[in-house]
């Protein structure tokens, strides 16, 4: 037998309690004693026990009563029920107490050994489960972690690659070199200015950015053309949000730049499209890109015109209030000084980070 294993024997008949004890001392189990079920308690909070057995007909709290203290307190103890009363009914109580078995006294020895044997063999394998499924969450949790790395490694090269995808297209359209970055962080400022949620902004950094890669599906001689597009060439050119949108939505982590791509060429007066979204009905990311965009068409030089002042490019955009743009964000807009759009441009060299951004203008 195992001497480690120590057996707490709970009876309030001193005779019954030290005949137990005997026959447990004589296959070698070390045993402690208790004759109430609150002593029962006071010597497992002062000593480790891997099985109690005890009587259920006892004076003051009962052997049920000591049941549910030790599942709550010491769920890893095996209880085994010990009574003279023959009553199936308390037998099925103390079963589905969690008792883990049920002794009738007089009891015989080899039947008591064979109930501590397969106690101690079900506390066993309850105990090694529990470190299994500890040891699963650990597994599981490790795993998780490596996954998110993976996809973290996953995500970074597909940003990198978008970035230079968006490179290439500003490259494209000579005129239009570093639109993309600029129109980003001049989003990020204008967007922490009034105070975006988390939500909003995750579509501003990430769609203002990528807001143009429809322009990948519009042909060279439409794009680059140098005079007015014909009414068929213009059509074209307006089915590059949805272009960009079909592209994006396959790419789940960038789902979020959506709403600007989709959205970036709505006016707020309903007269924009692809879809003529008319005031809140446009995604709050976009109108705030609506703005920059307009602001950096204007104060960026263009093979038919000269970049206008920042100041007349403010004028503009206040005049188109309510019209072409939300009147909220330029209200936001105008609190902006000067030198704050500057330094966005003195630093529009600088690579944007991989964490995607936002923006607006054909």
């Known amino acids: 037998m195992n001497f480690l294993k120590k057996i707490l024997v709970v009876d309030d008949e001193p005779d019954m309690r030290e005949m137990v004890c005997k026959t447990l001392e004589d ?15 006071d010597v497992l909070n002062h000593n480790h026990c891997d099985i109690v057995i005890s ?12 049941l549910h203290r030790i599942i709550e307190s010491f769920p890893d103890i095996a209880v085994l029920m010990m009574t003279a009363v023959q009553d199936v009914e308390i037998a099925v109580s103390c079963l589905k107490g969690g008792a ?22 079900r506390q066993r394998l309850v105990v090694e489960n529990r470190k299994y499924q500890q040891d699963l969450e650990l597994k599981i949790k490790d795993k998780t972690h490596q996954l998110r790395e993976a996809l973290s490694t996953i995500e970074n090269a597909y940003e990198i690659t978008v970035i230079s995808l968006v490179a290439a297209l500003d490259a494209r359209e000579k005129s239009t070199k570093n639109h993309s970055r600029r129109v980003l962080q001049y989003a990020v400022l204008l967007a922490e200015v009034m105070g975006v949620d988390m939500q909003t902004m995750e579509s501003i950094r990430k769609g203002a950015l990528l807001h143009d890669i429809g322009k990948i599906g519009v042909p060279d001689n439409i794009l680059l053309k140098p005079t007015a597009l014909t009414a068929s060439e213009w059509d074209k050119m307006k089915t590059h949000p949805h272009i960009g949108a079909n592209i994006l939505r396959g790419i789940d982590f960038l789902k979020p730049a959506l709403e600007i791509v989709l959205c970036h060429h709505e ?30 068409a204007m104060t960026s030089n263009r093979s038919y015109r000269p970049p206008l002042p920042f100041v007349k490019a403010q004028q503009e955009i206040k005049q188109l209030n309510s019209f072409q743009f939300d009147p909220e964000v330029v209200r936001a807009f ?17 690579i944007v980070p991989c964490s995607l951004g936002t923006t607006n203008h054909v």
């Open 27 to 41: 296959h070698n189990y070390p045993n402690v004693m208790a004759g109430s079920a609150k002593e029962a308690l």
């Open 55 to 66: 009587d259920i007909i006892m004076p003051g709290k009962d052997g049920i009563w000591l």
């Open 100 to 121: 883990y078995d049920y002794i009738l006294k007089p009891f015989c020895v080899d039947e008591l050994l064979f109930s501590i044997a397969r106690a101690f063999e």
């Open 267 to 296: 006016r707020y007066d309903g007269s924009g499209y692809p879809k003529g979204l008319i005031g809140n009905e446009i995604p709050l990311s976009a109108r705030i890109f609506a703005v920059v965009d307009a602001l950096d």
């Open 334 to 350: 105008v609190k902006i000084d000067e030198k704050d759009w500057g330094s966005v441009v003195e630093n529009q060299a600088v």
